[in-house]
């Protein structure tokens, strides 16, 4: 990526938000490889016979995101941030609708990271599972909640996270420490 890049993603995205359409079609290759990278990651938490691929996941999720209206975009990170949350709610549908369809199986265990540890029957299940635990620390600590979708959920590094959210490396790293010892005590209590 050259150094002028982000800058570039970032003008592009301001003229989208100001109503420039031309310019869909122009931003894709300068955000495709890591939105990809993104999807990938997000699948990587999947179960293996998932019948998403990264492909249609980051396609879903564009079409989303460039037809957002309610959004101002500020700058790549932005962008980036909201698409995680988008990718996520795509899993979530999609892991909603495999657990109406499907019931039983053996049960197996997803972490994040090794601290947290869901058992149900399957992935599905463990996803949503955590989506809810997700859901209530939201309702309690949307900055917590942020940080969990963007770190676990989003693949992003506690100092992509950090430039995400604009904060400190230190405070990402002390709210997501605190964000999965609550993460774990809701979900070990089920």
């Known amino acids: 990526m050259s150094a002028n890049q982000p800058d570039s993603i970032t003008q592009m995205l301001i003229e989208l938000t100001d109503g420039n359409r031309e310019v869909v079609n122009q931003i894709l290759p300068h955000i495709y490889d890591e939105l990809r990278r993104l999807a990938s990651s997000y699948l990587r938490k999947e179960r293996s016979n998932h019948t998403l691929q990264p492909t249609a996941l980051v396609h879903e999720a564009y079409m989303k995101l460039i037809d957002q209206n309610r959004v101002k975009w500020q700058n790549r990170a932005h962008f980036f941030g909201i698409a995680a949350q988008v990718m996520r709610r795509i899993l979530m549908d999609h892991a909603r609708k495999h657990q109406a369809n ?8 997803l972490p994040i990271e090794e601290e947290i540890l869901i058992v149900s029957n399957d992935k599905s299940a463990e996803l949503l599972a955590l989506d809810e635990a997700l859901e209530e620390l939201a309702k309690i600590d949307p900055d917590k909640a942020r940080i969990v979708e963007l770190r676990y959920f989003g693949g992003l590094s506690i100092e992509e996270t950090a430039e ?27």
């Open 164 to 190: 995400v959210m604009e904060v400190s490396v230190p405070t990402i790293n002390r709210h997501w420490k605190l964000a999965k010892a609550w993460l774990y005590s809701q979900v070990a209590g089920n």
């Open 102 to 109: 499907k019931r039983g199986g053996e049960i197996e265990k």
